[in-house]
């Protein structure tokens, strides 16, 4: 016991040299959150919309500053962070190379590569800082606060301001993602991921109120209508039971089934087990990849397979909709666009599942990510996802969060929602410090 003491001194003591810097740094970290966290409430107050982009600054600062700052003697850490370093750098060339292949404007280049890597540049600012147990419980704080603050307007915006009444019904329920197309999803899959995380990690905290929030949070997602992440979080559940079977052939059996049940269990749940039929589901599965015919068809050169359309220029959340809804801020620095989004849009608006269920909805991450980018970004996107699971999803918690964004990739954009990812990536580098500093001491 007191060897074991002896060494949690060290490791504390180890840290205090640079407690000033690194406290500094985990600050910046989470204002560099909050950005993306609280921007749509903070444009709701009256600030213009291009606070929504303050993120894009924000974010790259914050892990310049921490890399800047932090000095830390783990071979272990630095190799991570090089490693998730060169993975981005591969990505960038790529998006580049993708960008001048496509003339897509630089503006293009730079909000496209931001929107999917700014998860990585957190998660590197946060394992690239040799925390002290002061420093990740500060953090663990904050971010059970900002979680409970979506939870509680969300219930406040259904139970006391009865936004469900308005036009839009149960949509209106965003918590602090307001005035968002699909805030309702964003919002619910950040309180569900709360939940989760407070559940299992918040010991010091009596089981009965660790149980009684995570039923709110899925109450939270029932009122605001967003069953589809609750069917994406069983899914994840199944696939990490998967990740456990040692038979190649098992795994690929169960991930198949998995991916089919998330498919089923919202159509029934929107539709009800009457409404359901084969040839309905089928009619739901050719629009929801109707992308992979139409995107083809604009290919002008053999090299469009391999790096896409153009960051921007397909069916990814940039080209889907936020180029059309910034036009007027975005065009004067020399942004592009495709009728490819068109095209996929009339498909949709021509489709009985239009405006049903984003279930069925062309426009997803994965689609997205191969349009723009083509075969070789998807797989270096994939790869940067592969080193964080390999190097920094240390315990059951963190693969699962990373497995529920799998799924969410193949139903809506969610992957390229700043608010949601920098929420995840923030849970899994902090459940990747704290694990740290239990091998430590």
């Known amino acids: 016991m007191l060897v074991s003491r002896g060494r949690s001194m060290k490791v504390e003591a180890a840290c205090q040299q640079q407690r000033k810097g690194l406290i500094k740094s985990s600050t910046i970290v989470l204002l560099a959150f909050a950005t993306a966290y609280f921007a749509r409430i903070i444009e709701a107050l009256g600030v213009p919309a291009a606070i929504n982009f303050l993120h894009f600054a924000t974010v790259p600062l914050a892990c310049g500053i921490a890399l800047v700052k932090a000095r830390s003697k783990s071979q272990r850490q630095l190799t991570i962070v090089q490693e998730i370093l060169l993975g981005l750098l591969i990505f960038f060339i790529l998006i580049c190379a993708s960008g001048l292949l496509n003339n897509a404007g630089l503006i293009n280049v730079v909000l496209n590569y931001l929107m999917l890597t700014e998860p990585f540049l957190l998660i590197v600012a946060i ?117 456990k079977l040692k038979d190649i052939t098992e795994f690929v059996k169960y991930s198949i089934g998995a991916i089919l049940a998330v498919f089923i269990a919202v159509w029934l749940a929107n539709n009800g087990f009457l409404a359901w039929s084969v040839d309905m589901t089928l009619e739901g599965m050719k629009l929801k990849l109707v992308g992979f015919s139409i995107i083809p068809s604009f290919y002008h050169s053999p090299l469009n397979p391999l790096l896409g359309l153009g960051p921007g220029h397909t069916i990814g959340r940039l080209g889907g909709w936020m180029l059309r809804d910034y036009w007027d801020l975005l065009s004067p620095l020399g ?85 949601y990812m920098l929420f995840m990536a923030i849970l899994v580098g902090l459940q990747w410090q704290t694990n740290r500093l239990r091998r430590l001491s």
């Open 127 to 243: 394992a690239c800082i040799p925390m002290s147990l002061t420093s990740t419980e500060k953090l663990h704080c904050w971010l059970v606060r900002f979680g409970f603050i979506n939870l509680l307007l969300a219930l406040l915006q259904r139970f006391v301001l009865n936004l469900h009444l308005q036009e839009g019904l149960e949509d209106n329920i965003k918590g602090v993602f307001l005035n968002q197309g699909s805030g309702h999803v964003v919002g619910a899959s950040v309180s569900l991921t709360f939940g989760t995380y407070y559940l299992c990690i918040a010991k010091e905290r009596p089981l009965w109120l660790r149980a009684s929030v995570f039923i709110a949070t899925i109450v939270h997602v029932l009122v605001s209508d967003a069953k589809q992440v609750l069917a994406v979080f069983l899914v994840a559940l199944v696939l990490l039971f998967c990740t």
């Open 335 to 419: 942004a592009t666009q495709l009728s490819v989004s068109e095209a996929v849009w009339s498909v949709v608006g021509a489709s009985w599942f239009g405006d049903k269920s984003s279930m069925f909805s062309p426009f997803f991450g994965w689609a997205g990510i191969w349009g723009d980018l083509g075969l070789l970004g998807l797989g270096a996107y994939f790869y940067l996802a592969f080193l964080v699971w390999c190097r920094l999803c240390s315990d059951d918690l963190s693969r699962f969060f990373l497995l529920t964004i799998f799924v969410f990739g193949l139903i809506f954009t969610q992957i390229e929602e700043p608010g």
